[in-house]
């Protein structure tokens, strides 16, 4: 059964670092978000992308945070500079469709990021 | 801004007994609705969606009632097994534009053998 997948399963970095965590997204799907799940807290939605762009961001999805589809395969979330408050589990999610045609998220496993 | 609740942070149910998880929305927006199910360390599964046109939604031993004019949805698992043991999260979207999910808290179930 495809599924999405994410590297590495766990990150841990320094304050004030740079990140990059990686997705491979179900192979047909045309749309592509990263949420995350700070601990003890709900999912939050951070981002989706259609097409080669932003489709929707949310308010935590600030100037640090950038999405990238360097091929065809991978769908990256770059954190510039990396807060203790980042700190989180990080859920890459794939569709294959949106805008107005309802159809299921498919989640990966999570990366947790820990920013000491 | 919880636009999406679900009031029971716990449920404790005996296997073969019906589970029932609410949920709550105050968004009038909102016209899908999924449940998640949730394992320790692993990514959010798809369980079973429902569309704001109907309200009710089938699948094997998982069943979700939608009112509307309540804005509540519930989630019925019967009968309940021990493998059903996790956390379920609710979650809905808006036929805006916006692909997002707006997920609860969550409720995590136990189904004790």
């Known amino acids: 059964e495809p599924e999405v997948t994410q590297t590495p399963s766990h990150q841990v970095t320094q304050m004030g670092q740079e990140v990059i965590l990686r997705c491979v997204p179900i192979s047909n799907h045309l749309y592509f978000y990263w949420y995350r799940q700070i601990l003890g807290q709900k999912v939050e939605f951070l981002v989706s992308?259609?097409?080669?762009?932003?489709?929707?961001k949310s308010e935590i999805f600030d100037d640090q945070f950038s999405v990238e589809r360097p091929d065809g395969s991978n769908f990256t979330l770059k954190i510039r500079s990396t807060k203790l408050e980042d700190s989180a589990m990080y859920f890459c999610?794939?569709?294959?469709?949106?805008?107005?045609?309802?159809?299921?998220?498919?989640f990966g496993q999570g990366t947790r990021l820990t920013v000491v | 801004d919880q636009q999406v609740k679900q009031n029971s942070p716990s449920l404790s149910v005996q296997e073969g007994r019906i589970s029932i998880l609410n949920c709550d929305y105050t968004n009038s927006m909102f016209d899908y609705f999924l449940w998640y199910k949730k394992y320790p360390a692993e990514g959010p599964t798809f369980l079973i969606s429902?569309?704001?046109?109907?309200d009710k939604n089938e699948d094997g031993r998982f069943t979700v009632f939608l009112n509307k004019s309540a804005k509540h949805l519930s989630l019925h698992i019967v009968p309940s097994q021990p493998g059903d043991s996790a956390v379920y999260f609710c979650a809905a979207s808006a036929n805006s534009g916006s692909e997002k999910l707006v997920f609860g808290k969550g409720t995590k179930l136990t189904v004790n053998p």
């Open positions: 999610a794939s569709s294959e469709e949106g805008r107005g045609l309802n159809t299921e998220a498919f």
């Open positions: 429902i569309s704001s046109i109907k």
């Open positions: 992308f259609y097409n080669n762009e932003i489709s929707e």
